[in-house]
């Protein structure tokens, strides 16, 4: 059995973190929790270098835990380009890469993923790039094919995994940033930012391949709403968000970032 820690979009950067004071804290917790496998499902700064250096650190403090990230969104808006992103940039980057747990038939698959426009297929005849251009955050991240190609890129990538997964009769947690059902989409009468905003949450194609090859657990983030783990199916889904406090939002149920990365924290057995 291997004690695994599931956590997403800490945003270390924006809740304005002292890097140097918060990795001892965390990697005291994990490890008196007796965690062997620290799992973080992107969004941990706004520039891939600092991120990759948080991974970095903090690997080097559980070790021999592992520790495996992917990048969100916002990891990606600075210090990297797509082909580096497609590239396997560090042996904790787990994009389109995979990690068997040692003592298990746990297999842990990872892919940044996309978006697809699909999650506001209930707009009609609107234009997401041009508004996602002058509007979303993602703006700034260059890539070489339209938002729709580059989720069937993650779609082939991770169900090419999910195949052989199968044919090696593994068990499969699966980490992605994005969303990837419908349920966890809030539709609001503003037509203008939030319907428009859920063109770039995620994809509902990744969760009908999640059902389609049964897959035990989906690890996400993105959406900083702390949903209880739910279950569909044969797949139980868990968005661990730690989100943001600032002057002008507060998602956070306690007062103190450690704290409440401590309560987002979710520890399963892998068994």
Same mark, same amino acid.
């Given at each position: 059995?291997?004690?695994?820690?599931?956590?997403?979009?800490?945003?270390?950067?924006?809740?304005?973190?002292?890097?140097?004071?918060?990795?001892?804290?965390?990697?005291?917790?994990?490890?008196?929790?007796?965690?062997?496998?620290?799992?973080?499902?992107?969004?941990?700064?706004?520039?891939?270098?600092?991120?990759?250096?948080?991974?970095?650190?903090?690997?080097?403090?559980?070790?021999?835990?592992?520790?495996?990230?992917?990048?969100?969104?916002?990891?990606?808006?600075?210090?990297?380009?797509?082909?580096?992103?497609?590239?396997?940039?560090?042996?904790?980057?787990?994009?389109?890469?995979?990690?068997?747990?040692?003592?298990?038939?746990? /297999?842990?698959?990872?892919?940044?993923?996309?978006?697809?426009?699909?999650?506001?297929?209930?707009?009609?005849?609107?234009?997401?790039?041009?508004?996602?251009?002058?509007?979303?955050?993602?703006?700034?991240?260059?890539?070489?094919?339209?938002?729709?190609?580059?989720?069937?890129?993650?779609?082939?990538?991770?169900?090419?995994?999910?195949?052989?997964?199968?044919?090696?009769?593994?068990?499969?947690?699966?980490?992605?940033?994005?969303?990837?059902?419908?349920?966890?989409?809030?539709?609001?009468?503003?037509? /203008?930012?939030?319907?428009?905003?859920?063109?770039?949450?995620?994809?509902?194609?990744?969760?009908?391949?999640?059902?389609?090859? /049964?897959?035990?657990?989906?690890?996400?983030?993105?959406?900083?709403?702390?949903?209880?783990?739910?279950?569909?199916?044969?797949?139980?889904?868990?968005?661990?968000?730690?989100?943001?406090?600032?002057?002008?939002?507060?998602?956070?149920?306690?007062?103190?970032?450690?704290?409440?990365?401590?309560?987002?924290?979710?520890?399963?057995?892998?068994?």
């Amino acid at each position: 059995m291997v004690k695994a820690a599931l956590i997403s979009d800490l945003h270390v950067d924006v809740n304005r973190q002292n890097i140097d004071q918060l990795l001892p804290q965390q990697a005291g917790y994990l490890m008196q929790q007796g965690v062997g496998l620290y799992l973080i499902a992107g969004d941990i700064t706004n520039h891939f270098a600092q991120s990759l250096d948080y991974v970095e650190r903090i690997q080097r403090l559980i070790a021999p835990a592992k520790v495996r990230f992917i990048a969100g969104n916002h990891d990606m808006l600075h210090d990297v380009t797509y082909a580096a992103l497609e590239s396997p940039l560090a042996p904790t980057y787990l994009h389109q890469g995979q990690l068997d747990v040692a003592g298990t038939n746990w /297999r842990i698959i990872g892919n940044n993923g996309w978006y697809d426009y699909q999650f506001a297929d209930n707009l009609i005849n609107r234009d997401f790039l041009t508004w996602k251009r002058a509007f979303w955050v993602d703006s700034t991240i260059e890539q070489p094919q339209t938002d729709p190609e580059r989720m069937t890129h993650v779609l082939t990538a991770v169900e090419a995994q999910l195949v052989q997964a199968q044919a090696e009769h593994k068990r499969v947690l699966l980490m992605t940033h994005f969303v990837p059902r419908r349920d966890y989409i809030r539709y609001t009468d503003d037509d /203008r930012f939030w319907n428009m905003a859920n063109a770039m949450l995620g994809s509902p194609q990744l969760g009908k391949l999640v059902e389609d090859y /049964r897959v035990e657990i989906v690890q996400f983030g993105h959406v900083h709403r702390h949903f209880a783990p739910r279950q569909f199916n044969d797949t139980t889904y868990y968005d661990q968000a730690v989100g943001y406090h600032n002057k002008r939002i507060n998602e956070w149920s306690q007062t103190d970032y450690f704290t409440e990365w401590r309560q987002r924290l979710r520890l399963l057995e892998l068994k």
